[in-house]
């Protein structure tokens, strides 16, 4: 058991015998779990960890993007993370980054690594779309972290005292049965399910690295979840929650003035289809002016804020007995260990 920051350590062990693959290791903390699962976004975190220490000495030193497809749920044991170079180019370095356990393949990513943020007035910029641009997206959320209501997360969570969290009452009642985007018969687009949140990791030592990011990203609450209880027909009375794919992209630095270890989450869904209840899930991580319920709000809060990352996912809906009957692997003392 350790905070996301020392649950997070991996280390080179060595390279393949033909010298394509640069092997990292580690092992996952028990933690860092839904129930019986490994969290998706901590498990990409470590893989994300393994290619950002690859890439440290290079002059592509920041994820830009990662695509990760779950093909199995990882489990808490030791694992390796094998990094493979598919081309270093002038502007990107791409990356595949499997993670292994047991010799079998749970998690493959493609990574693209560059320069996250360039110097001003570089001759590389082409275009922003920034505040005061009336084109410019601005902070989703209704709440100021000081003063949102505070929520806890729920019991699956094995990690639920390492984080303090909100709620955004305006967004919820935007998924209520009698909100306009569901009463009026004639809009057009509309209706689909919205969630927000603001998130603070607990541990002052804590700061939102990437892999943080990534893993911030996956703790928007599931949107069919969000339903009222006359339209969950045929759901489970909990339920578990499996991500397919996810992919992250990174858009710039955490600002200096915002906080190190807040963020805002905003999501939404539009489709939940069969088989298995297969939906999307848009997410994006906004910087915080402070942490959850501290400091206070200050005028032109909002326009301070950026986009910090936008993720998509593809997930399904099981029954959580699934996840439950995921039996933890034993750990493997022939594998190196940190």
């Not at 394509?20 to 996952?28: A, C, H, M, S």
């Not at 959320?141 to 009452?169: C, D, M, V």
């Amino acid at each position: 058991m350790a905070p996301f920051y020392d649950a997070l350590k991996v280390a080179f062990n060595k390279k393949s015998e033909d010298g394509q693959l640069e092997i990292y290791i580690g092992d996952i903390d028990g933690e860092w779990c839904i129930n019986a699962v490994p969290n998706g976004g901590y498990v990409l975190g470590l893989i994300i960890e393994a290619c950002m220490q690859r890439q440290a000495h290079t002059k592509h030193k920041d994820p830009i993007h990662v695509t990760a497809h779950f093909l199995r749920s990882a489990g808490i044991a030791p694992f390796e993370v094998r990094i493979r170079e598919l081309k270093k180019g002038r502007g990107f370095t791409n990356l595949t980054a499997d993670l292994v356990q047991d010799n079998v393949i749970q998690v493959t990513t493609h990574q693209i690594f560059g320069v996250l943020s360039s110097p001003p007035n570089s001759p590389e910029s082409v275009l922003t779309i920034a505040p005061p641009s009336p084109y410019a997206r601005r902070l989703p959320l209704y709440q100021h972290p000081s003063t949102a209501p505070i929520i806890p997360l729920a019991n699956p969570y094995g990690f639920l005292s390492r984080l303090k969290t909100t709620r955004e009452p305006e967004l919820r009642a935007k998924n209520a049965l009698d909100s306009p985007t569901r009463t009026n018969a004639q809009s057009i687009g509309g209706s689909g399910l919205e969630w927000g949140q603001w998130l603070t990791f607990m541990d002052e030592r804590q700061t939102l690295s990437p892999p943080a990011i990534a893993f911030m990203a996956d703790m928007f609450r599931s949107p069919p979840s969000l339903l009222p209880k006359s339209e969950r027909t045929g759901l489970s009375d909990v339920n578990w929650f499996p991500t397919v794919t996810m992919t992250v992209e990174f858009k710039v630095p955490v600002p200096k003035t915002s906080s190190q270890r807040t963020t805002g989450l905003y999501a939404n869904c539009h489709f939940v289809n069969d088989p298995q209840g297969r939906h999307d899930i848009d997410v994006e991580v906004w910087s915080g002016p402070c942490e959850v319920g501290e400091g206070k709000v200050e005028e032109g809060w909002r326009e301070k804020q950026v986009c910090l990352a936008v993720s998509r996912q593809t997930s399904l809906i099981v029954p959580m007995h699934v996840n439950e009957a995921k039996s933890k692997r034993k750990k493997d003392n022939s594998t190196p260990k940190l």
